[in-house]
């Protein structure tokens, strides 16, 4: 069974400076690693994925995130936060070698940034 | 990308009555998903709505509890039905995104409160 942890329920940090949101996961094959970005009273917005290749992607208003196999991780991360950037964040992942579509999804991460 | 719309946008409702929730797409996609948020958690899928099957429907979810109809490749309903308060939750809309197996695209959800 494929599941994903997000060990953090909220992250405070202060504009301008660097924001990172944790992510673990677990499946029996390989991972498809996706985050995704929820606004008050608004859907889902996707962000970025992790299918294969460059271990580092980089997504949709400045977020990247770096796929880490060893320790079964995909953190978000941003350079530089954003006032706007305060939100909810899920990560999600699909086990490519189960040949499901089915994505989980973590409990999600509140993220706040402080003016 | 696909566009999704849902109807309604949030309702407050009885308990013992019934909702459906409608999503529109804008393009043909093969695989639609209906998901529920609870109050502070993450999203658990409840089914996977093919055209011209039935909807298969995930552990903990019936159909007589939420039947689901998929007419054609852009549209479906997802009804709410016999509602208590614990229905209360945002249920969202989901699309396999057409030409890509990876990313999923989510509607802007309905938000369902039942007294």
């Known amino acids: 069974a494929q599941s994903v942890a997000q060990p953090e329920d909220q992250v405070n940090v202060a504009e301008g400076n660097p924001l990172t949101v944790k992510c673990t996961y677990s499946?029996?094959?390989?991972?498809?690693l996706f985050w995704y970005v929820q606004y008050p009273n608004r859907g889902l917005q996707f962000l970025l994925k992790?299918?294969?290749?460059?271990?580092l992607v980089k997504g949709s208003y400045g977020f990247e995130a770096e796929f880490n196999k060893s320790q079964t991780s995909f953190h978000l991360k941003k350079p530089s936060a954003l006032v706007s950037d305060s939100a909810l964040y899920f990560c999600?992942?699909?086990?490519f070698g189960a040949g499901s579509y089915q994505l989980t999804f973590g409990k999600g991460t509140k993220l706040s940034v402080i003016p | 990308s696909a566009v999704i719309s849902q109807k309604p946008s949030r309702d407050i409702c009885q308990r013992g009555t019934s909702l459906t929730i409608q999503c529109q797409v804008d393009?043909?996609?093969?695989?639609m998903f209906w998901y529920r948020q609870q109050p502070g958690q993450s999203l658990t899928l409840i089914a996977t709505?093919?055209?011209?099957?039935?909807?298969?429907?995930e552990s903990g979810f019936v159909i007589d509890k939420f039947p689901i109809s998929r007419p054609n490749l852009t549209f479906s309903t997802l009804t709410v039905s016999n509602m208590s308060p614990e229905d209360s939750s945002i249920y969202l809309c989901?699309?396999?995104?057409?030409?890509?197996?990876?990313?999923?695209?989510f509607g802007p959800g309905t938000r369902l409160t039942v007294l």
């Open positions: 989901s699309v396999r995104g057409e030409g890509t197996i990876y990313e999923q695209f």
């Open positions: 499946v029996s094959g390989n991972p498809y």
């Open positions: 992790y299918i294969t290749g460059d271990n």
């Open positions: 999600a992942v699909r086990d």
């Open positions: 393009s043909q996609v093969t695989m």
């Open positions: 709505a093919n055209q011209g099957s039935e909807a298969t429907y």
